[in-house]
């Protein structure tokens, strides 16, 4: 990325997702863009608390304390690498095209796409941790990852990410949420968190 050999991948994708004639227009309706623009809140920070502080509320009810701790810390520490690669890499943001969103920090990596990817796929491992049944923790990690593509995804349809931008995101998130999944398994092996519960064979 650095040595902009990606650009021609980002570029090309980019203006694929515009009106050929007006590359200031993105494919599709008015309602499309509008969507797009909804979807892209679900990656941002006020989403993403009210998001976290919800999960973590139910599991601090439900008596899971160590995955409590686990769900905030995550998230908490995600953003905080997020800002640093951000610092580090300093890249500007796509100036082909009119930004669809208001941005404010630099571009590389997406920090939607990585906090959707770390929020969503962590909180969605705790949460299936504590249900018994396979079909329900099966639509609980499904929905999060759905969410996670369709955040990252709008970043790049609304022009205010490159699509490396977004791919690295991605890829810090989902990385982020698997170190947290063997820091649960790890913790719970040493009796902080509690086992997942079998599926109930009535169920």
Known sequence: MREGETHGFDVAVLLALRDPGDPADPLGP?????????????????????????????????????????????????????????????????????????????????????????????????????????????????VAIVLTLLVGTSRVYLGVHWPTDVLAGWAAGAGWALGCLLVAAWLQRRGVIAPSPRDDPEE
């Not at 863009?33 to 909804?38: G, I, K, P």
């Not at 009210?50 to 810390?73: H, I, S």
């Not at 669809?100 to 949460?127: E, K, N």
């Open 30 to 142: 008015g309602w499309v863009e509008e969507f797009a623009r909804d979807v892209t809140a679900l990656g941002g920070t006020g989403v993403l608390v009210m998001v976290t502080l919800t999960a973590a509320g139910y599991l601090w009810l439900t008596g899971r304390r160590g995955a409590t701790a686990l769900a905030l810390g995550a998230a908490a520490s995600g953003n905080a690498v997020s800002m640093l690669l951000k610092g580090g890499f300093d890249r500007p943001r796509p100036d082909l095209v009119p930004h669809g969103a208001v941005t404010y920090t630099s571009s590389f990596p997406s920090a939607h796409a990585m906090m959707a990817a770390v929020v969503y796929l962590t909180l969605a491992v705790m949460l299936a941790r504590v249900e018994k049944r396979r079909r329900v923790r099966v639509y609980i990690l499904t």
